[in-house]
């Protein structure tokens, strides 16, 4: 059950935007909408960012945003602050109740 | 206010068994799935298992299906994983997460702080 893929990291300055891509196949991402945005900072449970590819829980920031084109997901920082240098996981449904994640980004803010 | 807690792990050999624990409170435990995510040593996150609400239903990752079962018992809100066949790839620090909506849309919004399991001999 192999991962969904993600760059091992990405960087950008204080106010910048920068976006990181999800790329799974027709069976995860390209085949269903149901795919998710994770934000984990070091020694913390994750916390839930998007939901049906573009969608903001209550809470959330606007500045966090999600898309997909085909097999591939992509989550959007703008405005990127200290705060969000974290770790970065996407999911999706697979088939059969089944949910896979991706291998994570480590976002640095230089 | 939404608390899991998960406890059970531990050091065990490989080839042995080992039960998980996550005690849900602050929600109706019932009207949600819930699963079990684990995340390797400085590593990525794995979806393991989940569960609905009724406990009808049940999901396994290819991973561990058939050496591993999940369970609940919604009258003591608790949610289980009974973990057999051990292997040092079962290694991780394992969550117990709360569904976002009722039903099951594996979209996590609650997560424990984690239990460590250490499988080596």
């Known amino acids: 059950q192999s991962a969904l893929t993600q760059p091992a990291s990405v960087s950008g300055s204080p106010g910048q935007s920068i976006t990181i891509s999800c790329t799974g196949t027709?069976?995860?991402?390209?085949?269903?909408?149901?795919v998710s945005w994770y934000q984990q900072h070091p020694g913390k449970a994750p916390k839930f960012l998007i939901y049906d590819v573009s969608n903001r829980p209550s809470g959330v920031s606007n500045r966090f945003s999600g898309s997909k084109s085909g097999n591939t997901a992509s989550l959007t920082i703008s405005g990127l602050q200290a705060e969000d240098e974290a770790d970065y996981y996407c999911?999706?449904?697979?088939?059969?109740?089944?949910?896979?994640f991706g291998t994570g980004t480590k976002v640095t803010v230089l | 206010e939404v608390q899991l807690l998960e406890s059970g792990g531990g050091l065990v050999q490989p080839g042995g068994s080992l039960r998980l624990s996550c005690a849900a409170s602050g929600f109706s435990f019932s009207d949600y799935a819930m699963s079990w995510v684990r995340q390797t040593p400085g590593k990525g996150l794995e979806w393991v298992s989940g569960i609905r609400g009724s406990g009808g239903d049940t999901y396994y990752a290819d991973s561990v299906k058939g050496r591993f079962t999940i369970s609940r018992d919604n009258s003591k809100n608790m949610l289980y994983l009974h973990m057999n066949s051990l292997r040092g790839e079962d290694t991780a620090t394992y969550y117990c997460?709360?569904?976002?909506?009722?039903?099951?849309?594996?979209?996590?919004?609650?997560w424990g702080q984690g239990t460590l399991v250490t499988v080596s001999s």
């Open positions: 027709n069976s995860d991402i390209g085949g269903n909408k149901y």
């Open positions: 997460a709360k569904d976002w909506c009722s039903g099951l849309c594996s979209y996590f919004d609650y």
């Open positions: 999911s999706s449904y697979r088939r059969s109740g089944t949910l896979v």
